[in-house]
C-alpha cells in the first residue's frame, strides 16, 4: 500500500485528526523533498511504538538530542517505505531484531518542531509512527539514548506528558490491543 492510500485510511479511521493528516498530505504533496533531511523546512520521521511480547510494556527512549522519553525512530533518509524505516530505527535503537509488524496501517501521526541544535535550525518532524512487537525483551540502548525502558502502557504518563505519547498509549488500550 502506497503512503497517499496509507494516509487516506488513516484518515478515515481517525476523522477527529483531519487538520494533521491534511497538513501532512499538503507537506509531501507539495514538497518533493519531503524524504530529506536537508529539507531545512521539515522533514518525514518514522517511528515505532514498540511493545513487548505482551501487548502490555512499550519500548521507550529518553532521547540524547530532545532529552525526552519518546518512541524510537528517526530520519527516512530518501526512503518512501516509512514501516521499513520504522523497523529499522526499532532495530538499531534498541537492539532487538526479532519484531513483528502488528499492522500495516499507520497507528500514529504527528507533525512536531525540534528545537534548534548544532549547524540544523529549528524545523519540523513529519513523523509518521506504526504499531510493532518485539518477540523478546532484552535491548540494549544505542548512542542516540540516555537510557531505554520498558514502560506499561497504562503508566505512561509518569515518563512523559507529551500529547502525541499520551495519544498513542490510548490507542493502543482502546483499538488495538484489545
Known amino acids: 500500500m502506497d503512503l497517499r492510500t496509507q494516509l487516506r485510511t488513516y484518515g478515515e479511521r481517525w476523522p477527529d485528526e483531519a ?3 491534511h497538513s501532512f498530505i499538503g507537506f509531501i504533496e507539495s514538497d518533493p523533498y519531503c524524504f530529506e533531511r536537508t529539507n531545512a523546512f521539515g522533514h518525514v520521521t518514522g517511528s515505532a511504538w514498540l511493545v513487548d ?18 518512541q524510537l525512530g528517526g530520519h527516512v533518509d530518501g526512503e518512501s517505505n516509512i514501516l521499513s524505516v520504522a523497523i529499522r530505527e526499532a532495530q538499531e535503537e534498541s537492539g532487538i531484531h526479532s519484531i513483528d509488524v502488528v499492522s500495516l496501517e499507520i497507528f500514529d501521526l504527528d507533525i512536531h518542531t525540534v528545537p534548534h541544535a548544532g549547524a540544523m535550525n529549528a524545523h519540523l518532524h513529519f513523523d509518521i509512527r506504526y504499531a510493532l512487537q518485539a518477540q523478546h525483551t532484552n535491548h540494549r540502548k544505542s548512542n542516540e539514548s540516555h537510557d531505554l525502558v520498558w514502560v506499561d502502557v497504562t503508566k505512561i504518563d509518569a515518563y512523559t506528558s507529551e500529547v502525541s505519547m499520551l495519544r498513542m498509549a490510548q490507542k493502543w488500550l482502546t483499538y488495538i490491543r484489545r
Open 19 to 21: 487538520e494533521t493528516l
Open 53 to 70: 511480547p505482551s501487548g502490555n510494556l512499550v519500548l521507550l527512549t529518553h532521547h540524547k538530542k530532545l532529552n525526552v522519553w519518546i
